[in-house]
């Protein structure tokens, strides 16, 4: 099994940034792509970023590119996400993800097999 630990939320103003993180354990070496994602209330859960564990291939949503920027550390375990220029928009709970291989539809979070507890991010204005 494969345990997410989310850290790093909290209140930040507009144009703010913040550092999430993800420390992954347990069987690590199952883990192929790291993503993560986020819910507003009310609203669906919706893809942030991803990467993939060795290559360090990333992926973004559109509406965070630019500003965010998703990482690894292979060493810690851990995965994150930094976010810059942040907006009352992106205020929502943040989740981890593990998936065991690559998929095509890695913004689709039903691939995913593992999840943290998630971690709120609040952006005032």
């Known amino acids: 099994q494969v345990q997410l630990v989310e850290s790093g939320g909290g209140l930040v103003q507009a144009g703010g940034s913040l550092r999430l993180s993800c420390a992954a354990s347990?069987?690590?070496?199952?883990?192929?792509?790291m993503a993560w994602f986020r819910q507003a209330p009310g609203k669906e859960r919706e893809f942030v970023a991803a990467i993939t564990w060795s290559g360090g291939n990333t992926y973004y949503a559109d509406s965070v590119k630019g500003r965010f920027t998703i990482s690894r550390d292979n060493a810690k375990n851990t995965v994150y996400l930094q976010m810059s220029s942040l907006k009352p928009e992106d205020t929502a709970v943040y989740y981890c993800?593990?998936?065991?291989?690559?998929?095509?539809?890695?913004?689709?979070?039903?691939?995913?097999?593992?999840w943290g507890q998630g971690t709120q991010v609040t952006v005032s204005s």
């Open positions: 347990g069987r690590t070496f199952s883990i192929y792509t």
């Open positions: 993800a593990g998936d065991k291989a690559f998929s095509g539809s890695y913004y689709r979070s039903y691939v995913y097999d593992y």
